[in-house]
């Protein structure tokens, strides 16, 4: 039987992602929005079929009927919701960052732990088709290694031993362009740490889950509030650099993944193509489904080149017909419905966990530990946090 679903704030992401996905899934039903705007409820009920439209998120909460809750409020509004949500004793999948303030996540983690309900963080990146493939790839080259037969092995058993040699590391690059943030992004009292916290998190949780290690100390340098430097250490040695600009474009693909480890690269372009070398048995290359692809004749090939020229094609209708809405094609699957349908699969005890609390934590802290250290221009131990 699906799941009863109440989501709590329908506005952009809700509405572009959760409540189309959850109208969509088997395993969930849209069963209650909640919002304060009467258009935003409006189009939940016309638009995707929600059974019961509401402003008051006790009712929402409490009502027998629900069963789990879907939490897309800006993060400004958290704790409330998940307190009344413990209360209920009903699973929560909650948008992330987890919190606007450490004071708030840490007692968002103690509700948590102490209710015992299912809980999952909006790190959908994990449930991407392409990262699960390349986490369980690399994970396995990391733990249990096989000789690659090229590896170009020029000392042989003369070889020095050399410290670090089984010990990951990761580059990540992230290129945005702020043109298309909300106003709100840019407002200190709104989003007092920027995107190192309401974009970051989704990237310190990834490498976290890549490396799998906790992490100890973070460096960060940063221009303003759209380009960051970070490099974060983990206590086993490995090493993440992240480069995040917001002064970049839609045109090129977004997100890009380099993992190494023991003569092996696993590489996640996009979500769109997962690439790997000197990995034995790893395919080369493997292309993913995009979603919402608009010009299926356009780049048939897949991958980042066939995305590429859907892109171009996109944006020159986007210019010719002076809509930017236009640009958007073929986008990636960055695994917001997997989330969903995986966190039902973890409620009902035959899936994993997805991205539970204390991994969203530990992704919050490194976040914040980054903002510090740019602030204050000095290393930041993990600790501190
Ligand atoms: N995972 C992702 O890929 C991703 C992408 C974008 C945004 N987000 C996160 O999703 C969250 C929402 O972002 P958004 O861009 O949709 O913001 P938004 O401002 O468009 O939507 C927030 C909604 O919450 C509603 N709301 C506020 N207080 C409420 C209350 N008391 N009861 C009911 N509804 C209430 C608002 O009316 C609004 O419609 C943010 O935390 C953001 O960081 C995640």
């Known amino acids: 039987m699906p799941l009863n679903f109440a989501v709590i704030g329908c506005g952009m992401l809700a509405r572009s992602q959760h409540i189309p996905n959850i109208a969509a899934s088997s395993k969930a039903t ?100 392409a990262m699960i493939d390349a986490h369980r790839i690399f994970r ?33 690059r992230i290129n945005d362009d702020w043109y298309s943030w909300k106003a709100w992004a840019m407002n200190k009292e709104h989003a007092p740490h920027g995107p190192m916290l309401f974009e970051m998190t989704h990237f310190t949780d990834l490498c976290n889950w890549f490396m799998a290690q906790e992490p100890a100390q973070v460096v960060a340098v940063e221009q303003g509030m759209l380009s960051h430097g970070i490099i974060v250490k983990y206590r086993g040695g490995e090493l993440v650099t992240l480069f995040m600009t917001a002064n970049g474009t839609f045109g090129y693909p977004k997100e890009l993944y380099e993992m190494f480890g023991n003569g092996g690269a696993v590489v996640v372009d996009h979500m769109l193509e997962v690439r790997t070398a000197g990995v034995e048995g790893a395919p080369a290359t493997t292309l993913y489904p995009m979603l919402k692809d608009r010009h299926p004749k356009v780049g048939a090939e897949g991958g980042v080149s066939g995305w590429l020229a859907k892109k171009r094609a996109a944006c020159a209708e986007a210019a010719a017909k002076g809509d930017p809405a236009l640009q958007f094609t073929a986008e990636p699957d960055k695994g917001h419905a997997h989330a969903i349908d995986r966190f039902v699969d973890e409620i009902s005890g035959v899936g994993p966990v997805v991205c539970g609390v204390d991994d969203a934590v530990m992704a919050t802290r490194v976040a914040f530990a980054a903002i510090k250290s740019a602030k204050e221009n000095r290393p930041v131990a993990i600790e501190e946090i």
């Open 30 to 129: 849209l069963h209650t929005c909640c919002d304060l705007s009467d258009d935003a409820l409006a189009e939940c009920r016309d638009k995707y079929g929600a059974l019961h439209i509401t402003k008051d998120y006790n009712a929402a909460i409490n009502n027998p009927e629900v069963q789990a809750i879907c939490i897309a409020t800006t993060e400004k509004m958290r704790l409330p919701l998940i307190q009344a949500a413990a209360a209920a004793r009903k699973p929560v999948y909650c948008e992330k960052p987890l919190a606007q303030t450490l004071e708030q996540m840490y007692e968002i983690q103690k509700i948590v732990h102490e209710s015992g309900i299912p809980f999952c963080v909006g790190h959908n990146r994990r449930s991407s088709p």
């Open 140 to 172: 396995a080259h990391m733990d249990n290694p096989q000789p690659c037969p090229w590896r170009f092995d020029r000392e042989g058993p003369n070889r020095p031993k050399v410290e670090g040699e089984n010990i990951a590391s990761m580059a990540v």
